[in-house]
């Protein structure tokens, strides 16, 4: 198991340095929505941004044997899932408030798959943004938390 753990880690700390790279892209693009074709870019980043967390979710999800069987609402059960304290198996993987900032990413990155036109309101793309910002003040804390566990873990295992 100990080696699932070491994995699991690396996986962590990879989406954790893919995350930033879609922060500095937002940021070289202003980080302001403005009706304009960057609006489109903008949205892209997010959408990217949310699913470099749920893709890791699932991961650590997978790992823990916590499998989501309601195909119609997994995403936002996933979500919801990955705040819950389920000891001695494993601690909240994300606080309140990162899970606040993450839900408004998730309802925003389904509007934007399903669609068709992408004329983006530039108000509510801000709610969005400024929700991703306060995002990457709060999801490295919550994660090096978690990985501390997994670290901890991974020792126990190895011992």
């Known amino acids: 198991m100990s080696d699932e753990i070491r994995l699991l880690q690396a996986d962590i700390r990879d989406h954790m340095a893919s995350i930033e790279e879609v922060y500095d892209q937002i940021e070289a693009l202003g980080a302001q929505a403005v009706?304009?074709?960057?609006?489109?870019?903008?949205?892209?980043?997010?959408?990217?941004?949310?699913?470099?967390?749920?893709?890791?979710?699932?991961?650590?999800?997978?790992?823990?044997?916590?499998?989501?069987?309601?195909?119609?609402?997994?995403?936002?059960?996933?979500?919801?899932?990955?705040t819950l304290d389920v000891m001695p198996i494993r601690?909240?993987?994300?606080?309140?408030?990162?899970?606040?900032?993450?839900?408004?990413?998730?309802g925003f990155r389904h509007l934007f798959r399903n669609a068709y036109l992408l004329r983006l309101d530039p108000d509510r793309l801000n709610i969005v943004l400024r929700q991703a910002?306060?995002?990457?003040?709060?999801?490295?804390?919550?994660?090096?938390?978690?990985?501390?566990?997994?670290?901890?873990?991974?020792?126990?295992?190895?011992?």
């Open 133 to 159: 910002i306060q995002l990457q003040a709060l999801y490295s804390l919550d994660l090096e938390k978690f990985l501390d566990f997994l670290e901890q873990l991974a020792q126990t295992d190895e011992i």
């Open 35 to 82: 009706d304009s074709s960057q609006d489109i870019i903008i949205g892209y980043y997010l959408h990217v941004l949310y699913s470099l967390f749920e893709n890791l979710f699932v991961q650590i999800a997978e790992a823990f044997g916590n499998h989501i069987t309601d195909k119609a609402q997994w995403h936002a059960q996933l979500l919801r899932r990955m």
């Open 91 to 106: 601690p909240p993987v994300i606080g309140r408030g990162t899970f606040g900032c993450l839900n408004e990413l998730r």
